[in-house]
Nanobody, 117 residues
């Protein structure tokens, strides 16, 4: 059973920064591809960034520049650094993991990021 637990969300002022963490436990291993998604109020869930087991990254076009995904395989943890936060970044941020070749995705419960003055 794979479990993903996000942390690091909260209330931040526009222009601020946050680092989100997602800790994996259970059967998750360093071979899993992992990603961050977000869902803003009234909108569909969208991909922010993904990172492969080898560390290759890919970002949604609208997320390039202010978002940085990274991982620490020794800690089974993936991070999302968000800089220059904007009110439109307000969303629940979800962690996602999937083993290569598998069709079974795993999701965390999400962490809320609110950007407001």
């Amino acid at each position: 059973q794979v479990q993903l637990v996000e942390s690091g969300g909260g209330l931040v002022q526009p222009g601020g920064s946050l680092r989100l963490s997602c800790a994996g436990s259970g059967w998750i291993s360093s071979i899993y591809n992992m990603a961050w998604y977000r869902q803003a109020p009234g909108k569909q869930r969208e991909l922010v960034a993904l990172i492969t087991s080898g560390g290759s990254t890919n970002y949604a076009d609208s997320m390039k520049g202010r978002f940085t995904i990274s991982r620490d395989n020794g800690k089974n943890t993936v991070y999302l650094q968000i800089n220059s936060l904007k009110p439109e970044d307000t969303a629940v941020y979800y962690c996602y993991a999937r083993a290569p070749g598998s069709t079974t995705p795993y999701w965390g419960k999400g962490t809320l990021v609110t950007v407001s003055s």
